[in-house]
Each structure stands twice: as structure tokens, then as C-alpha cells.
């Protein structure tokens, strides 16, 4: 079995170069045969490719998916400067 | 008399998104004078995605001000992506400067790189590889001070993808500083002068952070604002 260290490392690198996801900002970790993934991505779809991504990297490891969509909420307050 | 500055970054949109962001667009000339916009407009830097993201502003109230980021630079399509953008009647800033409502406004900038912060940045020493990364930096950062120094304006904002300072990038791993920006950038713009540094590209960073100049700095990622852009408004007297 390979070392969880690059198991994660391999899947952090598709999910940034894979075409479906080209997301740079997910965490990977793997403990034994779980790995998981945080992190923000803009929308659903985005969502669920980064769990196809991760199980095509990493056959046989189960994949979570903590990652969540950003919320785009109202402008707000202005600040002043 | 003050200027209000809407700005956005990293909104990435895609053919899944179109429309969805136009819909928090609604009533800006209410609350701003002008829209800057911090690269990474789109997920893959495809001309479609270009052209998605034209439509995406087309039309608005307000100036709206481009620059692009590493995603709109992945598919070797940013000069047709710059080019759909100021058809559709977008300002797009590739190092350089424009000045906005009726000269009260100078906007100077353009993607920004990377190389890391005082201290613990990368030389041009080594391989030629090494070089030309940090090379890439030294020519944009000579390029801001030409642009800055062109501008006659009330009011001066450097708009960036990259970061010029670590302040912003609060919340991403240490490790990865140097792939988020320069302080070459920041040397930059403290030594021409600017009220405020607008960038995106550190999606885990942190709102505020100023230059060693003491130039505020903005990071506007959307997931960092988490709402739909973020307004400042410049001479705090009048606001």
C-alpha cells in the first residue's frame, strides 16, 4: 500500500490539474483507508466531480467530502477608508 | 469629494454558473462608483468562459475594470479572453493604467505573480528556470511603477490577482506564500504612491492587510468577502 503522505499529495495534484476540477485550494488527508477533503468551491456541481476526481486517484480508499459551497450573499456595509 | 470602489475577485465562472452571479449585480450604481474585478474570472481560461464572463458584465451602470488571473491564463487563450472582455465594453488592465470618472480615478495594475515576501522570497539566481519565474515578477512590478507614474488622478488604486503582502494571505498555509504573491509588487506601488491595492487568488486569506508603505490592501476573493463584493469608499471625510 502506498504511503498515505503521497496518496494525498497525488490526489491534492489532480484535483488542481484535473480539466473537471482545476480547484487549488482543497485539503487532502488520508488516515488508513479514509481520505478526506476540505475546503470551499463556488457551486454544487464543482462539488461532486472533486469526489469523482479523488476516487479515480485514489482507488479502494473511501473518499469524504467536506468541502462546501461559498454562500454569495448581499454587498453589505461599505467601509471607509 | 470621495469615490466609492466595488470590488470582487476569483468569482470563476463557468457555462454551470451563467447569469448567476449578473443577479447580485443589481442596484451597483446605488452603491458604487465603479466595479473592479481581481482576475480569475474564469475556472479554465477558455475563450467560452471569456465570453461567459463578458456577458456576465456587459451593460452595467458602472465602470467595470478587468484584470486576469492563473486560471484565465490555463487554457493559452488570455489575449482572446482580454479581447471578448473590452468588446463588450470592459476596461482590461495588462500592466498598465486608466483613468476613470472624469479623471478623478487613475486604476493601474494587471495580474501580479508570485516569489514570496521579504526575507523568505525567491532569487534571480540559478537555474534559468528559478530566474524567469522571479524575473516574470521584477518586469511586472517595473511595469506598475511606469503605470502608476502615469497617472494624474485624485485618487490612485492598483488592482492585482496576486497578493503584494502576507498580511492578506492570513489563514493559507505558510508554505504556499510564495506561489500567492510578491512584495516586489508592494515595493512597487509604496514607492509610487497609491490609496489602495485591490487583489484576489489566496481563497483562504484574510480581508485586510496594509504595505510596509502603509497603502491599505484589500484581498477580495469571493470566498474570502463571502458576499457578493465588497465596497470602500476612498476620503473617509466624506463618506
Known sequence: MDTPHYVAARVQQAIAEDGRTNELGIRVDVRGDQLFLRGQVSGEDQLHLLTDVAREAAPGLTV?????????RDPGEEEHL | ?????????????????????RAHLDGIEERADVLLVGGDLTRHGTLDEGKIVAE????????VVFVLGNHDYHSDA???IIAVLRESGGIVLDDSAETLLDGRLGVAGGKGFGGGFAGKS???????ETKAFVRHTREIA?????????????YRVVLSHYSPVKETLA?????????????LLAEAVDAEGADLIIHGHAHAGTEKGMTPGGIRVRNVALPVLRRAYATYCLDSEEC
Open chain 1, 64 to 72: 469524504h467530502n467536506e468541502v462546501t459551497c461559498v454562500e454569495v
Open chain 2, 1 to 21: 469629494m470621495s469615490i466609492r470602489v466595488a470590488a470582487v475577485a476569483d468569482i470563476h465562472l463557468d457555462p454551470a454558473q451563467r447569469g448567476s452571479y
Open chain 2, 56 to 63: 456576465e458584465f456587459q451593460g452595467l451602470p458602472v465602470p
Open chain 2, 78 to 80: 488570455e489575449q482572446e
Open chain 2, 122 to 128: 525567491a532569487s534571480e539566481f540559478g537555474e534559468p
Open chain 2, 142 to 154: 517595473d511595469r506598475w511603477r511606469v503605470a502608476l507614474k502615469s497617472l494624474d488622478t485624485e
Open chain 2, 171 to 183: 489563514g493559507e498555509p505558510p508554505e504556499i506564500f510564495p506561489f500567492l504573491g510578491s512584495y
